[in-house]
């Protein structure tokens, strides 16, 4: 059973800093792609970065570049996504999901599995 | 950034009666390689992440029961509920992943 399950979320003020990390299981970890999807309360969802199966090539949305760095270490079956600089409007449910595919291409953005979500509130 | 557009934003139906959502993208979401459609549907329940419905616009992902259905090609997309039941009450995403991952604004799907 593929499980995702995030942690790392919290209260922080404007400017501060939080690292998000989602531990997979279930699934040959290394073979796929992973995103963080985030959702701001009440509202749609939001693509916010992906990373392949071998993070040598990531994405961000425009209004996370230079702020978030997302990251994995396969040998921990373990993504990570590093936010600096966080402002009020990041403030969201933030999933990780996993693609069906190892690349960041087509497929490897189709999401098929999702943790239930960490809350990153910024306020203060 | 292909821009999705769903409609309608609520849509009210009877139980037993049909359920029709549409999704519309600002380009073609075509993709030449398999020539299927890169388009996804998830339906959310309160409190739950999103939940993957179908895929290439059209293939029903396991355990999705056959009350459901995805059609449409190109940039014109539709998800039906043939007959809707109380537990399908939620809010229907449409997503493209032919380029950068966007959605649709979702829709929220109620009993009349």
């Known amino acids: 059973e593929v499980q995702l399950l995030e942690s790392g979320g919290g209260l922080v003020q404007p400017g501060g800093s939080l690292r998000l990390s989602c531990v997979a299981s279930?699934?040959?970890?290394?073979?796929?792609?992973m995103s963080w999807v985030r959702q701001a309360p009440g509202k749609g969802l939001e693509c916010v970065s992906t990373?392949?199966?071998?993070?040598?090539?990531?994405y961000y949305t425009d209004s996370v570049k230079g702020r978030f760095t997302i990251s994995r270490d396969n040998s921990k079956n373990t993504l990570y996504v590093q936010m600096n600089s966080l402002r009020v409007e990041d403030t969201a449910v933030y999933y990780c999901?996993?693609?069906?595919?190892?690349?960041?291409?087509?497929?490897?953005?189709?999401?098929?599995?999702w943790g239930q979500g960490t809350l990153v509130t910024v306020s203060s | 950034d292909i821009v999705m557009t769903q409609s309608p934003d609520s849509l009210a139906v009877s139980l037993g009666e049909r359920a029709t959502i549409n999704c519309k993208s600002s380009?073609?979401?075509?993709?030449?390689?398999?020539?299927?459609?890169?388009l996804a549907w998830y339906q959310q329940k309160p409190g739950q992440p999103p939940k993957l419905l179908f895929y290439?616009?059209?293939t029903r992902e396991s355990g999705v029961p056959d009350r459901f259905s995805g059609s449409g090609s190109g940039t014109d997309f539709t998800l039906t509920i043939s007959s809707l039941r109380a537990e399908d009450v939620a809010v229907y995403y449409c997503?493209?992943?032919?380029?950068?991952?966007?959605f649709g604004q979702g829709t929220r799907l109620e009993i009349k």
């Open positions: 999901a996993k693609g069906s595919a190892a690349t960041i291409a087509v497929a490897g953005k189709l999401f098929d599995y």
């Open positions: 279930g699934f040959s970890f290394n073979d796929y792609a």
């Open positions: 990373i392949n199966n071998n993070g040598g090539t990531t």
């Open positions: 380009q073609s979401v075509l993709y030449s390689s398999n020539n299927k459609n890169c």
């Open positions: 290439w616009a059209s």
């Open positions: 997503q493209q992943y032919y380029s950068i991952a966007t």
